[in-house]
């Protein structure tokens, strides 16, 4: 212990000889630059900006938009060893998650309609992919990895970037991931229960062990949990072509009564579309997901938008196909009436091995949950780079180089969102703040068109497109709000502009409570971790 103690006490201080101090009192690291001075904060030597050749073909110099990263000489850097394959995988692994399995009874209830449930199936896809384009264009004018945050950075400024990092952090990744782990407990419960519903305790504390697990796999080393990830990305591939084939054979048979008179029924009223939407836009989350790792892509310019180009159409057509074989297997009201759709299914289709469908689905919702703390964790360590979140959750281990502090700190505010909430309600709160952001990622897009017209665009989509996500947005956004007016909207409004409270004098003004040197080197101690500048052999 004593050794440890030293240890970590020698990397601190080589660290703070080697780093000057920034105008909040922090120490950051001096980097070296092209002409062999050094900087602080990763800033440039007095020969001015650093540039980079244009890779758009013109032949001329841009100044670099990228936010300080890790370097190679750093004790942790990040490598592109994302391919296209990897990046297709990636998307469809973490898009095809609990969804599907969870919100196909959902889009019914608030439809009322076998048609234009379907319709918005389809809707949402379109809608992903467009998205998606957007920002490839944003991921490659830009490759640091922070996804909205770096976008945010570029065209609007701190404040809104520290906001995106202040909400996510504390909202929109655990919640994604607290939903995920209850939808995983709940498939995993069920295969044991037939008689009566599983007690809600029970998925709860099934939902916490995953946690608990995914968490053990991310904090012991980057290798396990990327095999992790493969493996029951390839499991979940399964799951789907079970269903698809299970539909098929049904139809075969002549079962296409539910499929009749799609359209009948009440016509659903704008804010019922809109909440229908964001049940829908819940299955197909994880779009952006690469966004959040273009310092590991392999050149980014082309692989981003192809695995965007690739993988969302891809995941549109499973979503179709596996809502068809539900239909063909179900009826919409038993649909509804069913916690566990995939669940039903199975039993319905498989005979005696119907428990391969909630195995299945157990599998491609635990794989989903641990791509999502992945992605999590590289949004909270680059916004801690940037001093926009605590020092400590940029720090990683001394020996396994995970982001310890960061995937601990993300798994926390997840189990508490799992003891709180049920599926229902976070999918709606996760689902309205996200699309806030969404809007905000095409609003800056549209303006860098104009602040910085002459930017190299690797890959450029015509400007409709953004508009059409960001009007969709709004629409998203302002439309519940109307039609079902509830407190919960206000709560997640006044949540983000309380980030404010926090930005203005820790960030804005730099001011920094002097117990926090103190609680930092406590963590650092407790979890062997150090800062990324911190040189040692």
Not at 7 to 33: E, I, M, S, W, Y
Not at 160 to 183: E, G, H, Y
């Amino acid at each position: 212990m004593r050794d440890k103690i030293t240890q970590l006490f020698c990397l601190q201080k080589n660290a703070c000889k080697n780093n000057t101090t920034d105008n909040r009192g922090h120490n950051v690291p001096n980097k070296v630059t092209s002409n062999g001075t050094t900087s602080a904060n990763g800033s440039l030597g007095p020969e001015g900006p650093e540039t980079e050749t244009d890779s758009s073909g013109t032949g001329g110099m841009r100044k670099s938009l990228e936010r300080k990263g890790s370097a190679p000489n750093d004790a942790i850097h990040l490598q592109r060893r994302v391919g296209l394959l990897s990046g297709v995988a990636l998307i469809v692994g973490t898009m095809i998650g609990s969804g599907i399995f969870v919100s196909p009874s959902g889009l019914l209830v608030r439809t009322g309609s076998v048609g234009v449930s379907f319709i918005i199936w389809l809707a949402c896809g379109l809608l992903s992919l467009l998205g998606a384009l957007a920002y490839a264009e944003l991921g490659t004018m830009n490759t640091s990895s922070g996804a909205e945050w770096a976008y945010f950075m570029d065209a609007f400024g701190p404040a809104p970037a520290f906001l995106f990092s202040w909400v996510s952090t504390l909202v929109l990744k655990p919640s994604q991931m607290a939903i995920i782990c209850l939808s995983f407990a709940q498939y995993a419960v069920e295969a044991f229960v037939t008689e009566c519903d599983p007690p809600e305790s029970v998925v709860k504390m099934v939902a916490l062990l995953a946690i608990v697990m995914i968490l053990f796999v991310n904090c012991y080393s980057v290798n396990l949990g990327m095999a992790v990830q493969n493996i029951f990305t390839a499991a979940k591939l399964v799951a789907v072509l079970i269903v698809i084939c299970g539909g098929a054979w049904k139809l075969f048979q002549g079962n296409t009564q539910h499929l009749s008179n799609a359209f009948s029924g009440e016509t659903p009223t704008i804010g019922a579309i809109a909440t229908a939407f964001y049940t829908g836009l819940w299955a197909y989350d994880g779009w952006n997901n690469l966004n959040y790792v273009t310092e590991e892509i392999k050149n980014p310019s082309k692989n981003l938008p192809r695995s965007i180009i690739i993988g969302i159409p891809l995941v549109t057509l499973c979503y179709a196909l596996i809502n068809i074989s539900y239909l063909a297997a179900m009826s919409p009201a038993e649909m509804i009436d069913s916690e566990a759709v995939a669940v039903t299914f199975g039993n319905r289709i498989l005979g005696t091995m119907a428990w391969l469908m909630p195995l299945s689905v157990t599998v491609s919702t635990f794989g989903s949950a641990n791509g999502t703390l992945f992605a999590a964790g590289r949004l909270c360590f680059a916004a801690s780079r940037e001093g926009h979140l605590m020092d400590i959750l940029s720090y990683v281990h001394v020996r396994r180089l995970t982001p310890a502090p960061g995937l601990i700190f993300h798994s926390i505010i997840a189990a508490a969102m799992v003891l709180y909430g049920t599926i229902g309600s976070l999918i709606d709160f996760f689902s309205f703040t996200a699309w806030i952001f969404y809007g905000g990622a095409m609003l800056a897009l549209i303006v860098m068109r104009f602040t910085k017209p002459n930017y190299p665009r690797p890959y450029k989509v015509p400007i409709i497109i953004p508009v059409v996500v960001l009007v969709i947005s709004i629409y998203l956004v302002v439309a519940p709000i109307i039609d079902t007016p509830r407190i919960e909207y206000l709560y997640a409004t006044l949540f983000i502009l309380g980030g404010l409270i926090f930005y203005v004098p820790f960030v804005k003004l730099g001011m920094t409570p002097r117990f926090m040197n103190k609680v930092t080197l406590f963590f650092q101690l407790l979890l062997e971790v150090v800062p990324t500048s911190s040189m040692f052999e």
